[in-house]
């Protein structure tokens, strides 16, 4: 098993790093943002011991929904040991003590900066994205008092003119990340630095998927078997991402792929950006060699 | 009998100490094309934005009689106020970069209010978009352009052409000419006068120029010191105007 084992955890901080008041009203927020699927809901949110950016938003809801069983996964791109997963992992190792782990299978919390995983998530599991910018309107529209009433009035019109400026400039939507998508057939949500490759999975998702966003201080919540739709036009229907070929460690053809420079001489090739996915592909194949 | 398409009744708006509109009546027809003029200062701003909704004036009813029936304009929820300022209505800023974003194509600025009315087919409203660039006398080829490099008055022409793409009702005007070269003004204004006229609008247009209102309105209200003095036919005010400040407002006019 990869399981890294629950540890003792700092006694120095409280479970999880924050306080239970603090974790209350987070989980108060949360509860309200799965109540009303993409709705962006205020929070307090608190300094964390690591800067805007590093997903503080992220790690106040991931600090919010953890128990002392529960086995956590971090991931920054589609890999787990990137120096942002890392920290974050030690950070909650630290402070709560819990089970790590890299194999999303084994995960019960996984907390993500930019990837789903490619392995399909259960109702076991929770996902909760940091996210930079929850505001999908932001872009044409800078007055946080207007794009609430739009969103209150369901006045998405915006959002079809930066696709329209996106396809009169690049000839098709050039957007791929941070694609907006319809929530429940009700709230327009910025799926945030996630790529648009990985909308098709936010959908009628069997696990709960929780974002947060701690500079703007805003959750916002899918629960399991949302509707989640990217938005498009007729004749320039959404698309995800396709490369020409497979994953040249893996051989995954219907999977997120990174390009790596593997040498010095600028050598380069294209692998899995789910290093966790990869990895248990290429060990299914060793094993069934054996 | 027809009923108006507009009616306002006793509208009020001060702000602080400064009365801008007081007790304001008057009806528009369908098919009217009205001129509010008046020197400035004398609250005929206050007036256009009131009635369109954009400022919640003090006292008074102001009726819009849509396809619907009679619907009282500061009564109405903000959602519905919103629809109808973005389907039936239009309104015409004096600045363009009041009315336009500027941040985006010509093109997205015309398309705005079909993609808000629920259009989802990106070719279709591309060829409306350049249908309207034509209309409105801007070079197709400038469609992907910023409205930012266009000129004043070609600024002007797009954001007629963003209201005007959804064969609005009732037109709301803010001295459209106002900040032009009296070269660009007599061209815009034989667009608009021509615009109007074909699609059948009903408009109200506020401007301080008496040459503005004479060549676009039917009928003529002159206002001073936030109320109106005089109101009628556009060549029977400017032929044969009643009040004293009228007659000095139109002699003035003349002898320039
Ligand atoms: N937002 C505002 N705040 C305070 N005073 C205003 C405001 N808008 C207009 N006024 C005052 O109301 C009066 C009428 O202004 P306005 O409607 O702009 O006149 P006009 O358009 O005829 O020039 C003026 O005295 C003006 O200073
Ligand atoms: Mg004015």
Same mark, same amino acid.
């Given at each position: 098993?990869?399981?890294?084992?629950?540890?003792?955890?700092?006694?120095?901080?409280?479970?999880?790093?924050?306080?239970?008041?603090?974790?209350?009203?987070?989980?108060?927020?949360?509860?309200?943002?799965?109540?009303?699927?993409?709705?962006?809901?205020?929070?307090?949110?608190?300094?964390?011991?690591?800067?805007?950016?590093?997903?503080?938003?992220?790690?106040?809801?991931?600090?919010?929904?953890?128990?002392?069983?529960?086995?956590?996964?971090?991931?920054?791109?589609?890999?787990?040991?990137?120096?942002?997963?890392?920290?974050?992992?030690?950070?909650?190792?630290?402070?709560?003590?819990?089970?790590?782990?890299?194999?999303?299978?084994?995960?019960?919390?996984?907390?993500?900066?930019?990837?789903?995983?490619?392995?399909?998530?259960?109702?076991?599991?929770?996902?909760?994205?940091?996210?930079?910018?929850?505001?999908?309107?932001?872009?044409?529209?800078?007055?946080?008092?207007?794009?609430?009433?739009?969103?209150?009035?369901?006045?998405?019109?915006?959002?079809?003119?930066?696709?329209?400026?996106?396809?009169?400039?690049?000839?098709?939507?050039?957007?791929?990340?941070?694609?907006?998508?319809?929530?429940?057939?009700?709230?327009?949500?910025?799926?945030?630095?996630?790529?648009?490759?990985?909308?098709?999975?936010?959908?009628?998702?069997?696990?709960?998927?929780?974002?947060?966003?701690?500079?703007?201080?805003?959750?916002?919540?899918?629960?399991?078997?949302?509707?989640?739709?990217?938005?498009?036009?007729?004749?320039?229907?959404?698309?995800?991402?396709?490369?020409?070929?497979?994953?040249?460690?893996?051989?995954?053809?219907?999977?997120?792929?990174?390009?790596?420079?593997?040498?010095?001489?600028?050598?380069?090739?294209?692998?899995?950006?789910?290093?966790?996915?990869?990895?248990?592909?290429?060990?299914?194949?060793?094993?069934?060699?054996? | 009998?027809?009923?108006?398409?507009?009616?306002?009744?006793?509208?009020?708006?001060?702000?602080?100490?400064?009365?801008?509109?007081?007790?304001?009546?008057?009806?528009?027809?369908?098919?009217?094309?009205?001129?509010?003029?008046?020197?400035?200062?004398?609250?005929?701003?206050?007036?256009?934005?009131?009635?369109?909704?954009?400022?919640?004036?003090?006292?008074?009813?102001?009726?819009?009689?849509?396809?619907?029936?009679?619907?009282?304009?500061?009564?109405?929820?903000?959602?519905?106020?919103?629809?109808?300022?973005?389907?039936?209505?239009?309104?015409?800023?004096?600045?363009?970069?009041?009315?336009?974003?500027?941040?985006?194509?010509?093109?997205?600025?015309?398309?705005?209010?079909?993609?808000?009315?629920?259009?989802?087919?990106?070719?279709?409203?591309?060829?409306?978009?350049?249908?309207?660039?034509?209309?409105?006398?801007?070079?197709?080829?400038?469609?992907?352009?910023?409205?930012?490099?266009?000129?004043?008055?070609?600024?002007?022409?797009?954001?007629?052409?963003?209201?005007?793409?959804? @064969?609005? $009702? %009732?037109?709301? /005007?803010?001295?459209?000419?106002?900040?032009?070269?009296?070269?660009?003004?007599?061209? +815009?204004? !034989?667009?608009?006068?021509?615009?109007?006229?074909?699609?059948?609008?009903?408009?109200?247009?506020?401007?301080?120029?008496?040459?503005?209102?004479?060549?676009? @309105?039917? $009928? %003529?209200?002159? /206002?001073?010191?936030?109320?109106?003095?005089?109101?009628?036919?556009?060549?029977?005010? +400017?032929? !044969?105007?009643?009040?004293?400040?009228?007659?000095?407002?139109?002699?003035?006019?003349?002898?320039?």
């Amino acid at each position: 098993m990869t399981i890294e084992p629950a540890a003792a955890r700092d006694t120095g901080y409280n479970f999880a790093y924050l306080n239970e008041q603090t974790k209350k009203m987070i989980r108060r927020a949360l509860l309200k943002a799965v109540a009303i699927p993409g709705y962006q809901v205020p929070f307090a949110s608190r300094e964390m011991p690591m800067p805007y950016g590093w997903g503080t938003g992220g790690v106040q809801v991931t600090a919010s929904v953890l128990t002392p069983e529960d086995v956590l996964k971090v991931i920054d791109q589609g890999a787990d040991d990137t120096t942002n997963a890392v920290s974050i992992r030690k950070f909650f190792k630290r402070t709560a003590g819990v089970a790590t782990t890299e194999a999303t299978a084994e995960a019960s919390v996984i907390q993500t900066r930019h990837r789903i995983p490619e392995q399909k998530l259960t109702s076991d599991q929770i996902l909760v994205y940091q996210v930079p910018i929850p505001e999908p309107l932001r872009f044409l529209e800078p007055r946080e008092t207007e794009t609430r009433k739009m969103h209150a009035f369901e006045d998405y019109g915006l959002m079809h003119v930066k696709l329209y400026e996106d396809i009169s400039q690049h000839g098709h939507i050039a957007t791929t990340y941070a694609y907006p998508v319809k929530v429940e057939g009700r709230y327009v949500m910025d799926p945030s630095p996630t790529p648009k490759f990985d909308n098709p999975k936010m959908d009628n998702c069997a696990a709960l998927q929780l974002f947060g966003a701690g500079r703007e201080k805003r959750i916002y919540a899918l629960p399991p078997f949302t509707s989640v739709v990217s938005l498009d036009f007729e004749d320039h229907p959404f698309e995800v991402q396709a490369w020409e070929h497979p994953c040249e460690l893996c051989g995954a053809r219907d999977t997120y792929l990174d390009e790596v420079i593997v040498d010095d001489e600028g050598g380069r090739m294209f692998v899995c950006s789910d290093t966790d996915y990869c990895a248990s592909r290429r060990q299914a194949v060793s094993e069934a060699a054996e | 009998m027809t009923t108006p398409l507009l009616s306002v009744s006793g509208l009020h708006k001060s702000f602080g100490r400064t009365v801008a509109c007081d007790d304001i009546s008057f009806d528009l027809w369908p098919g009217e094309v009205l001129g509010i003029v008046g020197e400035s200062g004398s609250g005929k701003t206050t007036l256009l934005r009131s009635i369109a909704g954009l400022i919640e004036p003090d006292a008074g009813e102001i009726s819009y009689y849509s396809g619907e029936g009679a619907l009282d304009v500061h009564d109405m929820s903000e959602p519905e106020l919103r629809r109808l300022q973005r389907t039936e209505w239009a309104f015409v800023h004096q600045h363009p970069r009041d009315g336009l974003r500027l941040n985006v194509s010509a093109g997205a600025n015309i398309g705005e209010r079909l993609m808000a009315n629920d259009w989802r087919h990106y070719d279709n409203i591309r060829s409306e978009a350049l249908k309207w660039l034509a209309a409105v006398e801007i070079d197709e080829a400038r469609i992907d352009d910023l409205p930012r490099t266009f000129s004043g008055g070609m600024q002007q022409r797009l954001q007629i052409a963003r209201n005007l793409i959804t @064969s609005p $009702r %009732l037109v709301f /005007m803010d001295e459209p000419t106002g900040g032009l070269d009296v070269s660009v003004q007599a061209r +815009l204004l !034989d667009l608009i006068r021509s615009l109007v006229r074909d699609l059948g609008l009903s408009a109200i247009v506020v401007t301080h120029d008496l040459a503005v209102a004479r060549l676009l @309105s039917t $009928r %003529l209200m002159v /206002m001073k010191d936030a109320r109106v003095i005089e109101q009628g036919l556009t060549d029977q005010v +400017l032929e !044969d105007p009643q009040a004293a400040y009228s007659q000095l407002l139109v002699s003035s006019v003349l002898q320039v």
